[in-house]
């Protein structure tokens, strides 16, 4: 090809014909910064000390670039913290203010540690606190125990009481009900100084409280302390409870229902089962789900109210004779315990009064934590499962359905290597094992729709019997009888008990024995 020549006869520019990918600007032949393109995909490149140097004088404006961007992303990076120091300065000093403003409002103070007693009215008139030996009492009942949370609370709203403004009464002071305060707080302290505090009323816009340090002045305060709930209520309001005991599902052990009729008990064995035995001592199966459903309300109860801590007449709630005395008992670690709950008349709030172990302590319980318990007898207990026999325990079941009886059993035979073998026997002959055993369980699986408190004494036509012969020599017999067009009378346990059963579950039942009857021809 002919050379291009440019101005500097040592810079020359050679046609080097069609791009290939060997020889693209950029890649790992060509150096892109030395050529130039046409628009034929024709391109040239550069040689010589001119194409170097300008090469050169690119590569430093490149790098000029990339540190004046450098000291601008320091800068900016400089920038923010500055901010952020100035707006945390700033949060500080806003916070100093409102520090400094609050304690200019202070209008009333308090050393809490000298407070030797408090008396301010209440629902049924003045109630009085007295600290003794460190211990805050009621001077009017010996039994009293404060509640610990409750006179904290009364200490910290005397202990500095802020302003939110400051009014001049101008000698009206019915304006803010403070002509005959709604309450007066009187302060005693140790070294006998007294204090007081005349509570107003509430503000209708503000909702804060006109109060006075000083009665009868010229200056009203509003204030955003709570002083007309907080001091207020009855004696038993203050007092401590014993709180209703914790207790987790899994420890609970038994539960003893002693009521006027339908007592019962619940056995927790550990063992995934459970019994309930009625009053005459018949102790059945009973239905975990149920059971379970009460152990987790039993374990969910708190006191709804405290009502008494003292009770002298427990007749007006309905504990003198109580409706149900439950006694659970339960495992804490190894140790065994139990507690006694008395529930007594529904109160017209749907809960129920309730005491706890003697204890002269009034409180009410939230009403679905106890319906279950109270209007439950042993039967409403009974497991519905009646039906299953381990198929590792069989000898052999005869079914008996429209006037012909099938024998079922599995032989079991010991080859000369040691190895067991199971031959699947309908009426002695062999079928699949698939078969028999879909027959089988479905057999066992059925549970009851409901559980009847009495064997009827007349049934039905007979629509299926089941004679289980167990390995041990004993037998379980289950019938069924026609009830209606959607139930079965079932009666098993040797015709003492009798339930209701859905008829998908023999209609299941019989479709398998009438596909196993089909291999037998």
Not at 89 to 111: M, P, R, W, Y
Not at 171 to 186: K, M, R, S, V, Y
Not at 463 to 471: D, E, F, N, S
Not at 482 to 489: A, G, P
């Amino acid at each position: 090809s002919t050379p291009i020549k440019s101005s500097a006869a040592s810079d020359v520019y050679k046609r080097q014909g069609q791009i290939s990918d060997t020889d693209r600007p950029g890649s790992k032949y060509m150096d892109s910064d030395l050529c130039i393109y046409t628009s034929t995909s024709v391109y040239y490149c550069r040689t010589g000390s001119l194409g170097i140097k300008e090469k050169a004088l690119m590569d430093g404006k490149k790098i000029k670039k990339l540190v004046i961007a450098l000291i601008l992303v320091i800068l900016a990076g400089l920038a923010y913290l500055f901010l952020l120091r100035y707006s945390d300065k700033q949060k500080e000093a806003e916070s100093q203010k409102e520090q400094e403003e609050a304690a200019a409002s202070v209008v009333f103070e308090t050393d809490t540690d000298e407070v030797s007693s408090i008396s301010f009215s209440g629902d049924d008139g003045i109630l009085t606190f007295e600290k003794k030996n460190d211990t805050w009492i009621c001077p009017d009942d010996s039994v009293f125990q404060m509640n610990e949370n409750k006179i904290q609370k009364l200490l910290a709203d005397i202990s500095s009481v802020s302003c939110t403004r400051e009014l001049d009464a101008r000698g009206d002071l019915a304006q803010f009900g403070l002509e005959e305060p709604a309450n007066t707080i009187q302060i005693s302290l140790s070294d006998g100084t007294e204090k007081d505090l005349y509570i107003g009323d509430k503000n209708t816009s503000t909702h804060e409280l006109y109060f006075q340090t000083e009665e009868k002045s010229d200056k009203v305060y509003m204030t955003k302390t709570a002083f007309d709930s907080d001091f207020a209520g009855k004696l038993q309001d203050f007092a401590a409870y014993t709180d209703f005991p914790k207790v987790k599902p899994e420890t609970m052990t038994e539960f003893d229902v002693d009521k006027e009729e339908d007592s019962y008990v619940l056995i927790m064995t550990g063992d995934d089962q459970c019994t309930v035995e009625d009053e005459e001592g018949e102790s059945q199966l009973a239905n975990l789900n149920l059971v379970g459903m009460v152990q987790d309300n039993v374990s969910n109860i708190i006191w709804y109210q405290d009502l008494e801590y003292n009770c002298s007449d427990y007749a007006k709630y309905g504990l003198d004779d109580p409706q149900m005395v439950l006694t659970v008992k339960y495992k804490d670690g190894e140790e065994a315990k139990e507690f006694e709950l008395s529930v007594g008349d529904e109160d017209e709030n749907g809960n129920y009064y309730a005491r706890l172990n003697e204890l002269p302590e009034i409180h009410t319980i939230r009403g679905e934590y106890l319906t279950d318990l109270l209007k439950s007898s042993a039967s409403s207990y009974w497991s519905l499962t009646y039906s299953f026999v381990s198929i590792g325990d069989l000898d052999k079941l005869e079914v008996a359905r429209d006037g012909a009886t099938h024998v079922l059993r599995k032989e079991t035979q010991t080859t000369k290597g040691g190895l067991e073998s199971v031959k699947w026997l309908v009426d002695e002959q062999e079928v699949d094992e698939k078969l028999f055993t879909d027959f089988y369980y479905a057999c066992v699986s059925v549970t009851a729709q409901e559980r009847l408190e009495s064997v009827p004494e007349e049934t039905g036509d007979e629509a299926l019997k089941l004679v289980y012969t167990l390995t041990d020599g004993s037998k379980k017999e289950i019938t069924y009888y026609e009830e209606d067009q959607n139930f079965y009378t079932v009666i098993y346990e040797d015709g003492t008990k009798a339930a209701h059963t859905n008829k998908l579950y023999v209609k299941t039942m019989t479709e398998k024995l009438d596909r196993l009857l089909e291999e037998l021809k």
